[in-house]
């Protein structure tokens, strides 16, 4: 039987319109007003918007960070519960291979993480962690099996590679038509700071943004997007934090350069105050890049506001206080990087930019979804309201009061650092692929998540 839901406001991310919306089976079969019920089983949703379900371009739901943390708090079983919950239909995960293991067989460990577990739709970012022959050669293959879009890094000893390296798989990527993602940070003055800083005694929490200062980002960003220009590959930036990485990518943007911006709610919401909370708590914001000046959050919100950001996602990588970010007790460098965010972004975003103004809904829309799904290939099966799309359907209360805790959150770790956020809107129900798997912030249905084959559009 179909289903139709009737008096709700569809938004995209050009505008809003009541309309209503006619599903049959997986897909969005019909948009219009005053739509026939015709067998059709009627969903109310007068005062409410549909919005198109929100994709997480950046979450780390399986990670292992090395010996002694025995992986990231959540898997994809509780990570994609929680990000379904709240709205977020689809998740692009990273891929991330150990030193030796092909492209290959990291995809066949992430499928088997995601496969019959996840309650989200997912695909994969695939790191490059190192460049051979061997590697260069499974991008085509990768991209054969629907994984457009690749994760490499500058920072991290066990997953940077060299400025020439980086060079020579954009090249590829440029050549394959593929997406590439880099984390932007300096990884040899990392780790020049972080020793000195330790050297020097000077050990908690409070050091860990000292040990990675605007500029070791900006410099970063800067150099990578030289050579992306080199290589002529678009590139995505991912998390960026400051108002100095900001500038870079305006110049670039002004030399004519293409590429794309995403940011976090960490960026827009917390200040580096936060590093000096007691009893080590400053622990739980430890991530990298780490959180930035308030006059960095500020510049973020314009980047945001006159289009210089694309994209927000959050770089979800949890890992639990105790027993797990208490390693790094006596040297800050230990404690593993991270902090979850899957579950509430989408309340974030929309109690911090839409209910104070600072953002329209439509923005919000194209930030959360529209523009992922276009940027990673996801479009329009994905990112949109409209006839022939996934009928991944949020049904948003604009007015419904929440509070974020950590004894309610539905993320499998003993923090969040939202926690005593109040919030203004949420997801009154979960639609995926034509499913109702949420309500009310509870999950209806589980593992009905199925890997999203992307395919790179010809014509780009
Ligand atoms: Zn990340």
Redesign the pocket.
Known sequence: MSKLLKGGVVVTARGRLQLDVRIDGEKIVEMGTNLPQAGAEVEDVTGRYLLPGFIDA?T?LELNNGPGTQGSADNFYTGSKAAVAKGTTTVID?ATPTKGQSLQECLAVWNNFAEHTSSCDYTYHMSIIEWNEAIKKEIAEMIDQGITSFKMYLAYDNLRVTDGELFEAMVELQKQGAMLGV?CENGDLVNEKIHQLLAAGKTTPHYHPLSRPDAIEAEAVERYLMIAKEAGLTVNI??LSTRRSLEAVRRARKRGQQLFVETCPQYLLLDDSVYDQPNFLGAKFVCSPPIRKITDQKALWEGITDGSINTIST?H?SFNFAGQKTLGVDDFSKIPNGMPGVETRPELIYTAGVDTGRITLEKMVALLSENIARQFHLFPQKGILQEGSDADIVVWDPDKAGLISAATQLQNVDYTPYDGFVTKGAAEAVYLRGEKVAENGAVLKEKQGRFVYRKIPVTE
């Open positions: 950046h780390h990273m984390h991912v998390h770089d990588c």
